[in-house]
């Protein structure tokens, strides 16, 4: 069957390390894959967009990897701050349908 | 200054009832989409709208009708309500129908069952 996996519980970690998180699929080809950022009570708010051909992508203090042959993607955010707390959700394209697929997402809690 | 707008944020309703939700986006995109995230948190697509035509429709129950009126809005209707409808409801839009571009979503109307 067809899943998008991405860790369930919670990452705690101390302002200023880096966040790394964890989008695994299965029975998924994506030729694209997005991550978004949700606030409690927010919608999502678009972070990155990757395409499959593509190994990493950067923005700022955040950074993308794809790994088609892993079928991961990994989302990193450096010198993490309070402000970053949040949920993060990895989505990809189904392609045969052209729709996005969205993972249940991690939350994501820095503390001072 | 909104992008994307959904009202009401809060709709609370008993069982049975009809209700509506209204979405606009003042993008300029070509796609709107609405998406249902329950209580897990789990996030799917229910339609899609390009240029005021469906382009894509879940397994949804009939009693969810989506309405766009120009490729502006999106309004989502539901007959019948049921307990299980209770989520919350999310609108969105990105430029172009293909999944390579990002999506603007509303802030979401929580819909509550008594």
């Known amino acids: 069957s067809q899943k998008i996996e991405q860790n369930s519980e919670a990452l705690n970690i101390q302002e200023g390390k880096t966040a790394t998180l964890t989008c695994n699929y299965t029975?998924?080809?994506?030729?694209?894959l997005q991550w978004y950022r949700q606030d409690p009570g927010r919608g999502p708010v678009f972070l990155l967009l990757?395409?499959?051909?593509?190994k990493e992508k950067r923005k700022e203090r955040l950074k993308v990897t794809f790994d088609t042959t892993l079928k991961q993607s990994l989302f990193h955010i450096t010198a993490s701050q309070p402000a970053d707390s949040a949920t993060y959700l990895c989505a990809l394209t189904d392609g045969g349908t052209d729709k996005l697929i969205f993972g249940t997402g991690t939350r994501l809690q820095v503390f001072p | 200054d909104t992008a994307v707008s959904q009202t009401p944020k809060y709709l609370v309703t008993q069982m049975g009832n009809d209700k509506s939700i209204k979405c606009e986006q003042n993008l300029g995109h070509d796609t709107m989409y609405w998406y249902k995230q329950d209580s897990k948190k789990f996030l799917k697509i229910m339609f899609s709208?390009?240029?005021?035509?469906?382009?894509i429709n879940e397994t949804v129950p009939n009693r969810f009708s989506p309405k766009s009126p120009d490729k502006a809005h999106l309004n989502l209707h539901i007959n019948s309500l049921e307990l299980g409808d209770s989520a919350v409801y999310f609108c969105?839009?990105?430029?172009?129908?293909?999944?390579?571009?990002?999506?603007?979503f509303g802030d979401g109307t929580r819909l509550s069952i008594l």
């Open positions: 709208y390009n240029n005021k035509e469906l382009i």
């Open positions: 969105a839009s990105s430029r172009g129908d293909r999944v390579n571009q990002p999506q603007h």
């Open positions: 029975n998924y080809s994506p030729a694209y």
């Open positions: 990757i395409r499959e051909n593509e």
